[in-house]
C-alpha cells in the first residue's frame, strides 16, 4: 500500500509560537501554496481513500486539493502541546519546559502529550488503514504526523526523525507490504 502524507501550507501564527492542538488560521499565502501542494497531488492520484486531521489547516487543504469529504480522524492531529498551546517559547514561564526540551521524545508536554504519545497513536491510524483492501491513502495532516509516519514505516528512526522535518505543503510517500 502506498500512502501519500500531505503536511498543511503555513499558518497565520506569529514565530515561536507553541501550538499544537489548537485550530490555528491558515497564512494569507494559503492559495498560492496550496496550488502547488495540488499541482504535486494530482501527480499521485488515484487515492482509495483520503483522510484528514480534523483541525482547520489540513481540512482546508484537503477541500483545495480537491476532497472536501475527506475522513477527519482526531489520531492525525499534531501533538497536544497541553498548557503551553499558544504561549511564545520565550515566553513560558514553566521550569519542566527545560526537562521536557531534553527529552522531548519521551516526556509529555505540561498537560499534554510525548511525541511518543503521538507516535502511538499515529501509527494506530496506520495499522487500522492497513487493514483495508487499499492500494493508495492521502493523508492531510501536521508536521508531528508525518514524522510518526517516517519512524512507522521505518523510513528514519525516532532519534533521526526530528531532522527531516516536512515543510509546509509537501509530499511524503510511505510504502506498507
Same mark, same amino acid.
Given at each position: 500500500m502506498k500512502i501519500v502524507l500531505i503536511r498543511h501550507t503555513r499558518v497565520?501564527?506569529? /514565530?515561536g509560537t507553541c501550538y499544537g492542538w489548537t485550530d490555528v488560521p491558515v497564512?494569507?499565502?494559503f492559495e498560492a501554496e496550496a496550488a502547488v501542494t495540488k499541482a504535486r497531488l494530482q501527480l499521485c492520484g488515484p487515492f482509495d481513500a483520503v483522510y484528514t486531521s480534523p483541525l482547520t489547516r489540513a481540512r482546508l487543504?484537503?477541500? &483545495?486539493?480537491g476532497y472536501p469529504d475527506a475522513t477527519p480522524d482526531d489520531r492525525l492531529k499534531e501533538m497536544n502541546m497541553g498548557r503551553w498551546e499558544m504561549e511564545r517559547y520565550d515566553d513560558i514561564d514553566d521550569p &519542566?519546559?527545560?526537562q @521536557? &526540551?531534553?527529552d522531548y521524545l519521551h516526556l509529555p508536554t505540561h498537560d499534554g502529550e510525548s511525541f511518543t504519545d503521538q507516535l502511538a497513536r499515529v501509527s494506530a491510524f496506520l495499522d487500522d488503514v492497513?487493514?483495508? /483492501?487499499y492500494r493508495q491513502v492521502a493523508v492531510f495532516a501536521h508536521a508531528g504526523v508525518l514524522v510518526a509516519a517516517t519512524i512507522y514505516a521505518g523510513i528514519y528512526t525516532l532519534e533521526e526523525a @526530528?531532522?527531516?522535518? /516536512?515543510? &509546509?505543503?509537501s509530499l511524503q510517500l510511505i510504502e506498507n507490504g
Open positions: 497565520d501564527v506569529a /514565530p497564512a494569507k499565502t487543504l484537503a477541500a &483545495y486539493c &519542566y519546559l527545560q @521536557w &526540551y531534553d492497513r487493514q483495508q /483492501p @526530528w531532522q527531516h522535518v /516536512p515543510e &509546509y505543503g
